[in-house]
């Protein structure tokens, strides 16, 4: 059966949403004749969740979901229910409540009729305390100098995508936060914004902690390589190694000859061994070659190293 609509939604520990999740977004596809399926992955929820899940699969034969043996990740999940998703629009969204599945339709709108391959949420508004938003601002700066994509929130879990771009990209470590990104990176240029609802928490806690905000620094740098060299390490790697070499060559080289221009002229000079220049041209050398063997290293590596899904499936309804 094909859909109008996938929805993707990665939860960890929310039993006392889900229902009302689920109820909402029925109320919504049924009301703008959607057809839809809902995609659930629980990503080692230590609650109820997985219980809440199977007794509404008993009544909603569109409900798919999915259950990790421990909690991998946010990344993880969405990159398992990308794999699962068939609708010609894929929708994700936090399970938590404070995103709006009123959202849903306008998002399709915007792929379907629009153009647009992928939509992301701008939660304008925010009812998160100072110390989240603050440095969600500062990352979304960065992000936004580092990868020239105009996005105000590249981190909000409301985003819509064309089937085929989840189809195209993987989502792996921790970089959701950078899926526009990566869609940008693999040809997907038509990236567009919509300003979304955000509602506070109505259950439980938040899930993500302090270390999220180094994490996020981290990712940055590593998204940011990754687009420019992922497939190209020799480019970064080679051409610094090959810099490195050659400023250690001609430092080594000026150095000899200046001792042979002293022996040649009878000038009193150093020991070429006594003099600090000599130890630096030889360290340039050392590490421009290692450079240059690190990004042959990673050619190879790129080239060849297989795709294989990690993340230990404990059960399917």
């Not at 057809?35 to 219980?51: H, M, P, Q, T």
């Not at 894929?90 to 939509?119: C, F, H, N, R």
């Not at 600090?276 to 060849?304: P, Y």
């Amino acid at each position: 059966m094909s859909f109008d609509l996938s929805v993707v939604i990665p939860l960890f520990n929310e039993d006392e949403s889900l229902a009302e999740l689920h109820s909402k977004l029925r109320d919504v596809t049924a009301k703008h004749g959607i057809s839809a399926e809902l995609i659930f992955v629980d990503d080692g929820s230590k609650d109820d969740s997985w219980e809440v899940l199977k007794r509404l699969k008993s009544s909603d034969a569109d409900l798919k979901a999915v259950r990790f043996m421990r909690n991998y990740g946010k990344s993880a999940a969405l990159n398992t229910g990308f794999s699962m998703a068939s609708g010609a629009v894929v929708i994700t969204m936090d399970a938590d409540l404070q995103d709006s599945p009123d959202e849903i339709p306008e998002l399709m709108k915007l792929i379907k009729e629009d153009g647009y391959d992928l939509v992301s949420g701008w939660k304008k508004k925010r009812f998160d305390p100072i110390s989240k938003t603050l440095p969600t601002k500062l990352y979304n700066w960065a992000t936004r100098k580092m990868s020239g994509i105009d996005l105000h929130d590249f981190n909000c879990g409301l985003k819509a995508y064309k089937l085929e771009v989840v189809q195209n990209i993987e989502v792996f470590g921790e970089m959701h936060r950078y899926i526009p990104v990566i869609a940008h990176r693999e040809g997907y240029t038509e990236i567009g914004e919509k300003e979304v609802a955000h509602s506070p928490r109505k259950y439980g806690v938040t899930k993500f902690g302090y270390e999220r905000f180094i994490n996020g620094f981290l990712d940055l740098l590593t998204i940011t390589f990754i687009s420019r060299f992922g497939k190209k390490p020799m480019h970064l790697f080679g051409t610094l190694g090959t810099l490195m070499f050659l400023i250690g060559f001609f430092m080594f080289a000026f150095i000899g000859g200046s001792k042979l221009y002293y022996l040649y002229a009878e000038i009193p000079a150093k020991n070429i061994a006594e003099q600090s220049s000599f130890f630096i041209a030889l360290t340039a050398m050392v590490v421009g070659t290692q450079l240059f063997l690190a990004g042959f290293l990673g050619e190879l590596i790129s080239r060849n190293a297989p795709h294989r899904n990690l993340y230990q499936v404990r059960e399917k309804i």
